[in-house]
T-cell receptor, first 112, second 115 residues
Framework: QQQVKQSPQSLIVQKGGISIINCAYE??????FPWYQQFPGKGPALLIA?????SEKKEGRFTISFNKSAKQFSLHIMDSQPGDSATYFC???????????FGSGTKLNVKP | GAGVSQSPSNKVTEKGKDVELRCDPI?????LYWYRQSLGQGLEFLIY????????KSGLPSDRFSAERTGGSVSTLTIQRTQQEDSAVYLC?????????????FGPGTRLTVT
């Protein structure tokens, strides 16, 4: 059973556009939701994370929107750049717990 | 500037052979994770080490998989009698402590191909 469902599987956006990646979860005990960015041949790197006590978190061009009632969260990349082309993973876990549950990933391609 | 390193970067092996994958975490990091990333899939948790505590092995897919961490530092993931479905990228990550409190730093992974 997939704990975190991510969509779309792939995404093509023009430079300067907005990239939106969505994730949904079932376990209401989850209370930490990070996003990771992975370039080819590299391991994932933490991009931004949110706790459910806020509905939005913004860091530069990257924003997480969180909807607790719908059990959904999304990553928005504003003014997308070719350098943002990578695979993005959402994840969820329970505070002070060891196991992270990852989405299946979204391959983003930003066209110049 | 030492990040997490993994070796080998690529490994091709024949079905039925045993393989060992190595992870060198960042110095001072007490927590170490192994994940498996199959093509088109997310990261699948395999095992977690925290200091001297007993590891959380709940993610290991079968008894052919095992891992150890010597001296609280280097870790080795061993896959016995490899099968074609074991082909994947195996990622190691380390952090200072409980994963929630401290960021996980990932290595570049070992790409395993079982022929």
């Amino acid at each position: 059973q997939q704990q975190v469902k991510q969509s779309p599987q792939s995404l093509i956006v023009q430079k300067g556009g907005i990239s939106i990646i969505n994730c949904a979860y079932e376990n209401t005990a989850f209370d930490y939701f990070p996003w990771y960015q992975q370039f080819p041949g590299k391991g994932p790197a933490l991009l931004i994370a949110i706790r459910p006590d806020v509905s939005e978190k913004k860091e530069g061009r990257f924003t997480i929107s969180f909807n607790k009632s719908a059990k959904q969260f999304s990553l928005h990349i504003m003014d997308s750049q070719p350098g943002d082309s990578a695979t993005y993973f959402c994840a969820a876990t329970i505070y002070n717990f060891n196991k992270f549950y990852f989405g299946s990933g979204t391959k983003l391609n930003v066209k110049p | 500037g030492a990040g997490v390193s993994q070796s080998p970067s690529n490994k091709v092996t024949e079905k039925g052979k045993d393989v060992e994958l190595r992870c060198d975490p960042i110095s001072g990091h007490t927590a170490l994770y192994w994940y498996r990333q199959s093509l088109g899939q997310g990261l699948e948790f395999l095992i977690y080490f925290q200091g001297n505590s007993a590891p959380d092995k709940s993610g290991l897919p079968s008894d052919r998989f095992s891992a150890e961490r010597t001296g609280g530092s280097v870790s080795t993931l061993t896959i016995q009698r490899t099968q074609q479905e074991d082909s994947a990228v195996y990622l190691c990550a380390s952090s200072f402590g409980q994963a929630l409190s401290y960021e996980q730093y990932f290595g570049p992974g070992t790409r395993l191909t079982v022929t």
